[in-house]
C-alpha cells in the first residue's frame, strides 16, 4: 500500500504539473493560432481552418517542450513545500530530502513512458494530419519527392515543362544512375536525359557523363548543367520531419533511406531520443529539486522561476548541439544522444549526494 505521505506528495506534485501544463498548453493554442491566421490569410479557407490545424499541431508542440514544463512544475512544487515549511516536518519523521526526489522522480518516468509509448504516437498521427492538410495551401504544390522500390522520384515543374526524375541511390550530395524525364506543357516528351552522377550540393545540379535522347537523337556530353527547384538539402528535409512520424512510420522511413543508400544516423538517434525521454525527463525533476534545495529559501519565487528556466534552455541547447554532431556523422549517434544525459546524470549524482544535508 502507497503511504500517506506518498500519496501527497504524488497528488501535489501531478496537480502543480496539470496546472503548469495547462497554462503552456493555452499559450501553445494562442502562438500557433495567429501563426495558422497568418499562413492562410491569402487564402479561401474556412474561418474555422486554423483553429482546427492549431489542434492537430499544439500535442506534437506540447511534447517538444515537455521538459520544460517538467522542471517549472517540479520547481512550483518545492516552492509550495517550502513556504509551507513541510520541508521541516517531513524531516521530523525521517523523510528525507533524496526520497522526497525519489517519489517526484518515479511518477516523472512513469509520465515519461506514457508520452513515448502513447502520446507520442498520437501526436505525431496528428501532426501528419495538419501536414497533409497544410501541404494542400502552400505554394509548393507543383514539387513531389517520393521514395518507391525503385529508388527516388522527383516531380519538378520549371516555367512551362515539368521533370521526372529518377534515381536509384543517394551517395554523399550527388544522386546516381540519374534519369530525367522533360515534358512541356501539353505533356508531350521532349527529351530524356540519362546520367551516371548528378552533383545536387544546390539548385544548379552538375550531370556527369551524360546522354541526352532528343526525337530519336542521342548526343553524348561529359558534363551538363541542369536547374532544379530541388537540392539535397531540400529532398531530405522532405523525409526528415519526423515529429508526425510514429514508430512504425520511422522505421518505413529508414527502410527508404536503406534503399536510397543514404545513411540512417539521424533516424537512429531520433529513435534513441526518444527512448531516453523518460530519462531526460526525470533528469530535469533532479536538476530542479537540486536548484530549490540548494539556493537560500528566501529567494524570491521569480528567481527560482527565472534561474530554472535558463539552466533547462542551456540544457536544451546542448542536447541541440549534439544532435547536430550527428549530422557530420563524425561521433556515433549513440553517443550524440546519451552523451548529453550521461553528463547530466553524472552533475545530479553528485550533488544528490549531498542533497540530504540541506
Request: glycine content about 2%.
Amino acid at each position: 500500500m502507497i503511504s500517506v505521505y506518498k500519496k501527497y506528495l504524488y497528488s501535489k506534485y501531478i496537480l502543480n504539473f496539470l496546472k503548469v501544463s495547462a497554462v503552456f498548453f493555452v499559450m501553445i493554442i494562442i502562438m500557433n493560432l495567429f501563426e495558422e491566421i497568418k499562413f492562410l490569410q491569402n487564402s479561401d479557407s474556412q474561418i474555422m481552418l486554423p483553429v482546427f490545424l492549431t489542434l492537430l499541431n499544439a500535442p506534437s508542440i506540447f511534447f517538444e517542450i515537455l521538459p520544460f514544463i517538467i522542471l517549472i512544475s517540479a520547481i512550483f512544487f518545492f516552492v509550495e513545500i517550502i513556504e509551507s515549511n513541510e520541508l521541516v516536518v517531513y524531516k521530523a519523521y525521517g523523510i528525507t530530502n533524496l526520497k522526497i526526489i525519489e517519489i517526484i522522480s518515479l511518477i516523472t518516468f512513469i509520465i515519461g513512458l506514457f508520452m513515448i509509448i502513447i502520446f507520442y504516437n498520437v501526436s505525431s498521427n496528428l501532426k501528419f494530419f495538419y501536414l497533409e492538410i497544410k501541404n494542400q495551401y502552400t505554394k509548393d504544390d507543383k514539387y513531389l519527392a517520393v521514395v518507391t522500390g525503385n529508388g527516388l522520384w522527383i516531380r519538378d515543374k520549371l516555367d512551362l515543362s515539368t521533370n521526372y526524375i529518377n534515381a536509384e541511390k543517394i551517395e554523399n550530395d550527388n544522386l546516381l544512375d540519374v534519369s530525367i524525364s522533360q515534358f512541356d506543357e501539353n505533356f508531350n516528351l521532349k527529351k530524356i536525359i540519362i546520367s551516371k552522377k548528378a552533383k545536387i550540393k544546390d539548385n544548379n545540379w552538375l550531370l556527369e557523363d551524360v546522354v541526352v535522347n532528343t526525337d530519336n537523337f542521342t548526343e553524348k556530353y561529359e558534363q551538363v548543367e541542369f536547374y532544379s527547384n530541388f537540392n539535397i538539402k531540400k529532398i531530405l528535409s522532405i523525409f526528415e520531419n519526423f515529429s508526425s512520424l510514429n514508430i512504425f512510420k520511422l522505421e518505413d522511413l529508414k527502410k527508404d533511406y536503406e534503399l536510397l543508400g543514404y545513411n540512417t544516423e539521424v533516424i537512429n538517434g531520433y529513435k534513441h531520443k526518444l527512448y531516453s525521454y523518460p530519462i531526460y525527463l526525470t533528469l530535469m525533476v533532479c536538476i530542479a529539486s537540486i536548484l530549490m534545495l540548494k539556493i537560500k529559501y528566501n529567494k524570491s519565487k521569480i528567481f527560482s522561476i527565472t534561474l530554472g528556466i535558463l539552466i533547462s534552455v542551456i540544457i536544451y541547447y546542448i542536447n541541440h548541439f549534439f544532435n547536430v554532431v550527428i549530422e557530420t556523422q563524425n561521433i556515433p549517434y549513440l553517443f550524440s544522444i546519451w552523451g548529453p544525459q550521461i553528463i547530466i546524470l553524472m552533475i545530479v549524482t553528485m550533488n544528490l549526494v549531498r542533497i540530504n544535508e540541506k
